[in-house]
């Protein structure tokens, strides 16, 4: 139904024809949102990155979507000052289930009061390369390995950090150890009565 992307899209601007390709090839029957990362906003800015993709960019945006008769939100924040959360989301109504894209995870513990049930994000690659039965070396999270990727119940939020599919721009090293790439689906189902 709904597809996001929650940012950094290139590591050259030599993919840009490969990624808007890629990305005007996904079908989504409501719609398809994104928001720009930490490298969209830092070496792509001047880019027109979904142009003609399909998606919606969100930048201090809410889009009000409807499924079945349901109403539910979809708010998102391109990599920016992050101190416009609070009024973004101040008019999500209660009773509408709502989901917030933004690059990083570190919005999560912010939300107090704020209707956000579900919030999607990325920027930590998992850490790219992993230690078993440790998980992550570096996040470039403020909150560290709190929450490296995977699913969170923070408060009644629900929080989702994606590994992503691709990996940092040099000087990193272009590897994936214990932190394999993903596309994750998310299946969200009507409170029943």
């Known amino acids: 139904d709904v597809i996001v992307f929650t940012g950094d899209s290139l590591n050259t601007s030599d993919a840009l024809a490969n990624f808007k390709k890629t990305m005007g090839d996904l079908k989504a029957g409501i719609g398809k949102f994104a928001v720009r990362g930490n490298f969209d906003a830092w070496y792509w800015r001047d880019l027109e990155l979904f142009g003609g993709t399909g998606f919606e960019l969100l930048d201090d945006d809410i889009v009000k979507l409807e499924k079945n008769g349901e109403s539910f939100y979809i708010s998102g924040l391109s990599c920016k000052n992050p101190s416009d959360v609070k009024n973004l989301l101040a008019d999500i109504p209660e009773d509408c289930f709502s989901i917030f894209l933004y690059h990083y995870p570190d919005l999560i513990e912010d939300l107090d009061n704020l209707n956000v049930d579900l919030y999607l994000c990325g920027h ?24 490296e990727s995977g699913m969170y119940k923070v408060g009644e939020t629900i929080l989702y950090v994606n590994r992503g599919i691709g990996m940092e721009s040099s000087p990193a090293p272009k590897v994936r150890f214990f932190a394999r790439p993903e596309i994750t689906v998310i299946d969200i189902k009507p409170k029943t009565k």
Do not use: E, L, N, R
């Open 124 to 147: 930590t690659h998992g850490g790219q390369v992993a230690i078993p039965f440790y998980g992550a070396i570096i996040t470039f999270s403020k909150y560290g390995k709190k929450y």
